[in-house]
């Protein structure tokens, strides 16, 4: 059995005083549900304060991105070992910083790999565009994404990977996948071409999130399928009320 887990990603929202209440207001009903990992990402500037916040609670903190070197000159980029003076998890690949970011399969995989050797769990992301979708190349563009972003990746090092399956047309947009096509693609894209690397008890260990307008209202549509482990929350995570709701729906 996976655990479930259901990680916020914040993105570019909330200075550290508003996350400050933000996560004030989300402690109490995040640990109360216990049988659920429980994940928070905001931007960098607050994580050093909401890991002091954090210190005590079972609720995981995680960064939105990191670079792959452990030092030097790369301006505005921040350090995996400065991730982990913070977090536990780091967010990988997200379709913005893929499609503003130049972000590539190439430096996914390399960030990946810096994550894991410095004992961060990555949360890797995969989903294809509208386009992709619309002329029917939704698995090749998945499998690609999978295999390219976890190449010379270990066997033991992989169960400690997380992956969301995030249709790039579904985020942000109040349009989410339907629960049945999430799953499809996440156990006959995701979870097979993660067997056909690593072998399938390997793949049945690995978490896979949807994402993609997940809300308190569909959110237990999408945990109900057997190979959706959870969820990677965007908007709905910017709202105590809204984002325990579903986390309960995982429970
Ligand atoms: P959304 O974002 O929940 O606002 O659609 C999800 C994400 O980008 O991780």
Redesign the pocket.
């Known amino acids: 059995m996976r655990r479930p887990l259901v990680a916020g ?1 914040w993105k570019m929202n909330k200075t550290v005083e508003q996350a400050t209440l933000l996560v004030a207001n989300m402690v109490p009903g995040l640990q109360a549900v216990k049988t659920v990992d429980r994940v928070i990402c905001p931007p960098f500037t607050s994580l050093m304060t909401l890991s002091g916040m954090l210190a005590g609670t079972e609720i995981g903190l995680g960064a939105q991105n990191l670079h792959w070197e452990a030092s030097g000159a790369f301006t505005g980029e921040v350090s995996p070992e400065m991730v982990k003076e913070f977090c536990q998890y780091v967010i990988i690949g ?1 379709s913005e910083r893929r499609a503003y970011f130049g972000e590539t399969d190439q430096s996914v995989n390399l960030k990946v790999k810096a994550s894991l050797a410095i004992g961060l769990t990555p949360i890797v992301c995969v989903g294809e565009t509208l386009e992709e979708n619309e002329t029917r190349r939704t698995e090749a563009v998945v499998s690609r994404q999978v295999k390219l972003g976890f190449e010379g990746i270990s066997k033991e090092d992989v169960e400690k990977t997380i992956v969301a399956y ?1 249709p790039v047309w ?3 947009t109040g349009r989410a996948a339907s629960a049945e096509m999430a799953n499809d693609i996440i156990g006959n894209s995701v979870r097979k071409n993660l067997a056909s690397l690593f072998g399938s008890d390997q793949a049945e260990k690995i978490r896979i999130l949807y ?4 809300k308190g209202e569909n959110a237990a549509e999408f945990f109900a399928k057997s190979d959706i482990d959870g969820g ?5 995570s910017l709202k105590a009320e809204d984002f325990i709701k579903i986390v309960e729906a995982a429970a």
């Open positions: 990603n997200h995030e579904a985020i942000g994402g993609g307008s997940v990677l929350i965007g908007g709905a």
